[in-house]
């Protein structure tokens, strides 16, 4: 069956960058629209970014935009969050989920999560 595996979270100072990696197994990677969520202590699961099947399009939540870069390469069945200028906001446990077509930015709109990877930023 598909799999969703996160890594590269971690503890970082406010102004630092982390990298996270969503490798997927088991399906046809380049077939998915990819998103990342996070979800804080006592909040809802929140949209973070999105990207379509071939790179060509992605999307941003405004809290993010111009910060945060998404990016997949289908070789390696692998999406990336590349997270620069980090705010103590940021923390939260970062899921990858998949659908199979059209950026949303519902988690019910994914069919499939992730574990998740905690990112803890630091003031």
């Known amino acids: 069956q598909v799999q969703l595996v996160e890594s590269g979270g971690g503890l970082v100072q406010a102004g630092g960058s982390l990298r996270l990696s969503c490798a997927v197994s088991?399906?046809?990677?380049?077939?998915?629209?990819m998103g990342w969520f996070r979800q804080a202590p006592g909040k809802e699961r929140e949209f973070v970014a999105a990207?379509?099947?071939?790179?060509?399009?992605?999307n941003y939540a405004e809290s993010v935009n111009g910060r945060f870069t998404i990016s997949r390469d289908n070789a390696k069945n692998t999406v990336y969050l590349q997270m620069n200028s980090l705010k103590p906001e940021d923390t939260a446990v970062y899921y990858c989920?998949?659908?199979?077509?059209?950026?949303?930015?519902?988690?019910?709109?994914?069919?499939?999560w992730g574990q998740g990877t905690q990112v803890t930023v630091s003031s």
């Open positions: 989920g998949k659908r199979n077509f059209g950026l949303r930015i519902h988690s019910r709109d994914y069919d499939l």
């Open positions: 088991g399906g046809t990677f380049s077939k998915y629209v």
């Open positions: 990207i379509s099947w071939n790179g060509g399009n992605t």
